[in-house]
Nanobody, 111 residues
Framework: QVRLVESGGGLVQPGGSLRLTCAAS????????IVWHRQAPGKQREWVAM???????NYTDSVRGRFAISRENAKNAVFLQMNSLKPEDTAVYYC?????WGQGTQVTVSS
């Protein structure tokens, strides 16, 4: 049984930082492309960042230069370091591996 669990969300002021974690069981992250998505209230889910099995990364334009995705194979986990957060980054953040999704973690950027 595959399970993805996101953690690390919370309330942060504009300009602050958060580090999200996606931990997996039942699927090996090192063999898959892992994608972070987010969904803001009233908006469609959008992809944010991805890391391939070869370790290549890519970001949507709105977060490039502020967010960084990384993977730690020993922990079978993927991380999303989010810096210089803006109110428009407020959303539920999800990780996806193959066809599997986590339950999401809420990120709120507000003063």
């Amino acid at each position: 049984q595959v399970r993805l669990v996101e953690s690390g969300g919370g309330l942060v002021q504009p300009g602050g930082s958060l580090r999200l974690t996606c931990a997996a069981s039942g699927i090996q992250f090192s063999l898959n492309t892992i994608v972070w998505h987010r969904q803001a209230p009233g908006k469609q889910r959008e992809w944010v960042a991805m890391i391939t099995r070869e370790g290549r990364t890519n970001y949507t334009d709105s977060v490039r230069g502020r967010f960084a995705i990384s993977r730690e194979n020993a922990k079978n986990a993927v991380f999303l370091q989010m810096n210089s957060l803006k109110p428009e980054d407020t959303a539920v953040y999800y990780c996806k591996a193959f066809k599997y999704w986590g339950q999401g973690t809420q990120v709120t950027v507000s003063s």
